[in-house]
């Protein structure tokens, strides 16, 4: 069986090497891990966090620039390699959604309040005013852009109606702006939002739908939105290439991870059978890695399967 090693690897390699490659890590709670899909074929890549994690875990945010991957645990966040799945460190704190500023950097909410935390030493940095917009009562989602600009939804929970506003923060705290009041849903769990290149998307729980912004210098504006054939309960969503979203939730059967066009019409149905439909939490997607992680990320398939038969 060790002698399979070698060649899985190599196996991994080529096939890697045709893809236009993007990894889509999808929290799974009931297996307490990180499960791993290329995004563009669907094939599975193998899962990593199983002895590190519990099943509390929800929110999840992406550091490419170092290779890492943050998830929200009982009272910690954890970082790992996302390529290898080896462990990195911990620290204390409640995270109900996670973003990740360009100098490591941790945006952290508990649904009552948004803070940038010093992941190396877990020092708060800045505390967000998320009163300044005209706070609902509670935190719903936060992300942090590529230039470091802090978004957060705040709204009041299990509402249909206008009930939430997207605030912009300059990255020292400083608050700019807040989109119109608008209609959001998170049906007691945080919604997780993402924001890149002057595009928001946000999921809306229990209505089935993904919210998008655009945004310039100043506040969000929203787009019109996408409703998610299949009455989906949507948890996690992501930015992919080009105009590629990606969306996770659960049709109360089945785990649903999709992929999907700007215009709503779906480009890929990943299968996700490792997933059951309670499992379903947040999702991150790693856009076009360089060859360097594709290795990184063969080597960890190549460890995992060198424990299993040692």
């Known amino acids: 069986m060790k002698l399979l090693a070698p060649i899985f690897l190599a196996v991994g390699f080529c096939s890697s090497a045709q893809a236009s490659f993007e990894l889509v890590l999808m929290v799974d709670l009931n297996n307490h891990c990180i499960q791993r899909y290329d995004g563009e074929s669907g094939v599975y890549l193998g899962n990593f966090g199983a002895n590190r994690l519990s099943n509390s875990m929800f929110a999840m945010a992406l550091d490419q620039g170092r290779n890492r991957v943050y998830v929200s645990d009982v009272n910690a966040v954890r970082a790992f390699n996302y390529n290898t799945g080896e462990y ?51 935190v719903v989602a936060c992300t942090v852009d590529e230039n470091d600009n802090v978004f957060v939804a705040d709204g009041t929970a299990n509402l249909s109606t206008n009930s939430c506003f997207i605030d912009r923060f300059s990255p020292s705290g400083t608050y700019i702006a807040s989109s119109a009041n608008y209609a959001q849903r998170f049906t007691g769990y945080a919604q997780q939002m993402r924001a890149k290149g002057g595009q928001i998307i946000i999921g809306d729980g229990a209505a089935s739908r993904v919210n998008y912004f655009n ?66 939490r947040q999702i991150a997607v790693v856009v076009a890695p360089e060859p360097g992680p594709m290795i990184g990320l063969g080597l960890g398939m190549f460890l995992v399967l060198r424990r299993k038969n040692s």
């Not at 940095?125 to 998320?130: F, S, W």
């Not at 504006?221 to 969503?237: A, Y």
């Not at 089945?254 to 499992?279: C, F, H, K, M, W």
């Open 215 to 280: 945004y310039t210098s100043g506040a969000p504006v929203l787009q019109p939105n996408t409703v998610i054939n299949g009455n989906v309960t949507v948890f996690g969503v992501a930015l992919g290439h080009s105009d590629i979203r990606y969306v996770a939730g659960t049709d109360g059967t089945n785990s649903r991870l999709l992929a999907l066009y700007s215009n709503g019409s779906t480009q890929q149905v990943i299968a996700t059978p490792q997933i059951s439909a309670s499992s379903v």
């Open 88 to 138: 990195i460190a911990s620290i204390t704190s409640t995270a109900s959604n996670l973003g990740v500023f360009s100098n490591g950097d941790i945006l952290v909410s508990n649904g009552t309040n948004c803070k940038r935390i010093d992941f190396a030493t877990g020092n708060v940095v800045t505390t967000y005013d998320v009163t300044a917009g005209g706070f609902n009562g509670n």
